[in-house]
């Protein structure tokens, strides 16, 4: 590898987000992957991944990596609405060299009509063996459904660079504040350790047309360390199936479960509310849950499920049918019959990623 234009950053930081290693047989796709990594880390505002296609070298080809250094600090500002949130103001501040050591900082505010957070996150630069470390500080509020939370937090994450076969490891603090209305309020607490697995086989990370993506996070919290010790299990799949050059059928699903003697004691962003624009479309945000008082908190467990068609008009936007089901419950048994949405709508899918208006009953 022959890195040239680094001025700030060490070449280090851009030779250990290589996909490959000296001795492999060559891969077109290999090289774009490296490039979109070396893209999508901010640092960089123009980046050239190419092979030297030389017969002489064809043994040992070189790869030329061509690097214009972005400017390490930016300032994002942004207004919105959303008919989960309502309104939204936000505010980003990041450094993509920390102390000169090519550690991104990132620190984010924003502002909604039911909900409002803040939070600032530290990541390093991955390292040699292909995993990058994180930490972030958290606060968030919020008001739905009768509910009232306020919650503070603090992660470290262990995250694997390849972005097809993704490991995750974690660990949390949370400090949480809880008011379901007509009921008592109560401060909880937890430390989570979790592991959490993403496997990608789709054709295109942001606007995918064909294969699916899987997740599983397994974690538990401690009695010692807890208000009350749990364990939790999340798995998810979405699946996007082309037929001929103009339909697309998207499938999903999700499960999920908290295993606890008694839901009293748990941080409710650890349990489970649904209902809303990305989840069952048709029901109001996180409107889909237990009874308790006046408001819906979170059950032990969710299922979740979907279908979309999708008629393409052209290679940018399309109209999409769908149906979607799922509830939050306090029984399995309760999960026998599922609320569920159907709709239509508009999908348009430009280079940064898809977009779409829905509406659903």
Do not use: C, K
């Not at 630069?125 to 739905?144: F, H, K, M, N, V």
Request: no cysteine; charged share 20%.
């Amino acid at each position: 590898m022959r890195v040239v234009g680094l001025s700030r950053y060490p070449e280090a930081l851009v030779r250990n987000l290589a996909p490959f290693v000296p001795g492999e047989p060559y891969d077109a796709d290999r090289l774009l992957l490296y490039q979109r990594r070396l893209a999508a880390t901010g640092q960089f505002s123009a980046v050239q991944v190419e092979i030297d296609d030389e017969p002489a070298t064809a043994a040992a080809a070189p790869v030329r990596v061509s690097l214009l250094e972005a400017s390490s600090r930016r300032i994002e500002l942004g207004l919105g609405y959303s008919t989960d949130t309502l309104y939204r103001a936000q505010a980003t501040w990041i450094d993509n060299d920390f102390g000169g050591r090519g550690w991104r900082w990132r620190s984010d505010a924003r502002v909604e009509g039911r909900a409002a957070r803040a939070s600032s996150t530290m990541t390093l630069p991955a390292r040699e063996d292909g995993w990058q470390d994180a930490g972030q500080l958290r606060y968030t509020q919020s008001d739905i459904a009768g509910l009232q939370q306020r919650e503070g937090s603090i992660t470290f994450t262990r995250t694997a660079v390849d972005e097809r076969r993704q490991p995750q490891w974690s660990l949390s603090g949370h400090l949480q504040q809880q008011q379901p209305e007509g009921a008592l309020s109560d401060t909880v607490h937890a430390v989570f350790a979790a592991w959490r697995y993403t496997r990608r086989t789709t054709d295109d990370l942001l606007s995918p047309n064909r294969g699916s993506i899987f997740s599983v996070q397994l974690g538990a919290a401690p009695p010692a360390l807890s208000t009350q010790p749990f364990v939790r299990a999340v798995a998810q799949l979405a699946t996007w199936v082309p037929f001929g050059r103009d339909y697309t059928l998207v499938l999903r699903a999700e499960g999920g479960a908290v295993g606890t003697r008694e839901t009293e004691g748990i941080p409710q962003s650890f349990l489970f509310r649904t209902g809303g624009d990305t989840t069952v479309r048709g029901y109001a945000f996180e409107s889909l849950g237990v009874q308790r008082g006046a408001a819906v908190v979170g059950g032990r467990y969710q299922a979740l499920l979907g279908a979309e068609a999708i008629r393409w008009v052209d290679e940018r936007w399309g109209v999409a049918t769908f149906v979607d089901a799922g509830n939050a419950v306090e029984q399995v048994a309760d999960l026998a019959r599922l609320p569920w949405g159907a709709g239509f709508g508009v999908r348009v899918r430009p280079a940064q990623g898809p977009v779409g208006a829905r509406l659903a009953r």
